[in-house]
């Protein structure tokens, strides 16, 4: 889960889209062959979290990732495996591998290399997925992945192909690459569709069997799935294709600090369902988070009321419950169907919601866990994949410092605690 535009785009509208509405298309007719991830965990920032020097300087200090950031141990990915989950996904920052010099590069791939080992030999899956970091200054999505002719494509490109070569020597049918996280590019962008086209045939280079992750534009949105066409990626099978799942953002997102619209600063105890709670309630809370802020001007404050009051009263109009998410996730099936792609080759990348805790002013965790609950249900009922965002910080299932699972998240993903 990045930083970028959509991240920062409010999300008022609570009703669904329309059926998605097709032209006709001939289905795909040969199946992928390929891993059967099923349930997931995204592993950030094991790969992210970077100590990029700043302009005018391009590099990184070495080792270039941040060292108080949390790392998975190999008994954090025995446990992991013994709640039920079968995968991860390991979002990995390109920007250092770009950067490095060819000796510094081979030390980082040797890295990549001994986390996918630990990985399997923990009995789990990995989806290795290319993530461009936003807030970087030089090696960011602009830079590398906005079209064909970005400034650094070319090095991307190279790099898809390299990991995928290297990826395709490890054990069959429990390792895929995932090329490019929530592309910034429009629903139906051509742009997007040559860019995943021509990373698509470099890791084809490379690796003739390898299972590669497909998306949409969007930045992997419901939308920039149900946009995509197929037909034009059925020559890199085996494919899987995934999407990301935050909606409503006013309830996963609310406390982000990450989000630039003033209104998700102070938002706090937006329950889910909307029914557990009240318009009334939910804005005494924001009116208490907006006194303790000592920062923010009293005229911003007040417009950043008035906007919160609108769309929590939007919110709560529109009384979104599991319907809410079984007909935004129905368009991912009715696009499959159209298509005819099995589910089980469908990946929910990415769900979750922000907590409250020390760090974090946020859902109310019961509600929390009835969110993660119902996206989970939903996408399994569908008969899609998923991986929960995040295994650390504030999205969490994982404490950061004391490794602990938290019972009721794993509980919300139908899991089991671990004996030990």
């Not at 990184?60 to 995968?87: A, N």
């Not at 930045?219 to 020559?235: E, K, Y």
């Not at 950043?304 to 991912?332: G, M």
């Not at 991986?387 to 919300?412: K, N, Q, S, V």
């Amino acid at each position: 889960m990045t930083g970028w535009s959509r991240r920062r785009v409010l999300r008022t509208a609570l009703s669904t889209a329309a059926a998605l509405g097709s032209l006709p298309v001939a289905p795909i007719a040969r199946a992928a062959a390929g891993p059967r991830f099923r349930r997931g965990v995204n592993a950030w920032p094991w790969f992210s979290l970077t100590r990029e020097f700043p302009a005018p300087r391009t590099d990184y200090g070495w080792p270039p990732f941040q060292s108080q950031r949390p790392v998975p141990t190999p008994d954090d990915l025995r446990r992991l495996r013994e709640t039920g989950l079968d995968f991860i996904r390991l979002p990995v920052d390109p920007g250092p591998f770009l950067a490095a010099d060819a000796k510094t590069r081979g030390k980082l791939l040797d890295m990549l290399d001994a986390a996918v080992t630990a990985t399997l030999d923990a009995g789990l899956g990995i989806i290795v997925n290319i993530q461009a970091n936003a807030a970087t200054h030089y090696w960011n999505p602009d830079r590398m992945v906005s079209s064909t002719v970005a400034p650094a494509f070319d090095l991307y490109r190279g790099l898809v192909g390299e990991l995928a070569g290297r990826l395709a020597r490890f054990q069959p049918g429990r390792v895929a690459l995932e090329p490019v996280n929530e592309p910034a590019q429009a629903c139906a962008s051509n742009v997007w569709l040559q860019i995943q086209l021509a990373l698509l045939t470099a890791a084809r280079a490379s690796a003739a069997s390898l299972p590669l992750v497909v998306t949409g534009g969007c930045g992997s949105m419901v939308s920039g799935l149900t946009a995509l066409d197929p037909a034009p990626l059925s020559p890199f099978e085996p494919i899987l294709f995934t999407f990301h799942f935050y909606e409503p953002y006013l309830f996963s997102h609310q406390g982000a600090p990450w989000m630039r619209e003033p209104v998700y600063r102070s938002l706090n105890n937006v329950p889910w369902p909307a029914s557990a709670g009240s318009l009334e309630q939910t804005l005494a809370s924001v009116r208490a988070r907006m006194a303790q802020d000592t920062e923010t001007p009293e005229d911003a404050k007040q417009a950043a009321y008035a906007e919160t009051e609108r769309v929590l009263k939007v919110y709560f109009d529109a009384q979104p419950d599991r319907w809410f998410v079984d007909k935004y996730l129905r368009q991912v099936r009715d696009w499959g169907d159209v298509h005819g792609l099995a589910p089980e080759r469908i990946i929910m990348g990415e769900f979750g919601a922000l907590r409250t805790d020390a760090r974090y002013v946020a859902a109310p965790n019961p509600d929390r866990g009835r969110y993660i609950a119902d996206v989970r249900r939903s996408a399994e009922e569908l008969g899609f994949a998923w991986a929960l965002w995040d295994l650390f910080d504030g999205m969490g299932m994982m404490d950061d410092t004391t490794r602990a699972l938290d019972p009721d998240i794993i509980a919300a993903l139908g899991l089991t605690m671990p004996a030990d």
